[in-house]
Nanobody, 114 residues
């Protein structure tokens, strides 16, 4: 059974940094991609960044140059967020595609004050 647990959210001032972590438990051999999504109040969930099994990455235009996704031992995933803006405020969700199925974490709140 795949489980994803996020941590590292919190309150930060604009211009600050946070590092989100996603702890993965389950079969690691079937992981095709892992990523981060976010959902702000009243808005749809949107892709922030993802990393493929081979290590290639992709980012939303709004976070390019500020956020970095990484992975260790092909299992845990991290999102380093720098130069945070108030518009980055949202619940951030970890996501994994494993053997063709999609799994989600419970989310962690990130709030950026101006």
């Amino acid at each position: 059974q795949v489980q994803l647990v996020e941590s590292g959210g919190g309150l930060v001032q604009a211009g600050g940094s946070l590092r989100l972590s996603c702890a993965y438990s389950g079969n690691i051999f079937g992981i095709n991609a892992m990523g981060w999504y976010r959902q702000a109040p009243g808005k749809q969930r949107e892709l922030v960044a993802f990393i493929m099994r081979g290590g290639s990455t992709n980012y939303a235009d709004s976070v390019k140059g500020r956020f970095t996704i990484s992975r260790d031992n092909a299992k845990n995933t991290y999102l380093q967020m720098n130069s945070l803006k108030p518009e980055d405020t949202a619940v951030y969700y970890c996501n994994a595609e494993v053997f063709g199925r999609t799994y989600w974490g419970q989310g962690t709140q990130v709030t950026v004050s101006s």
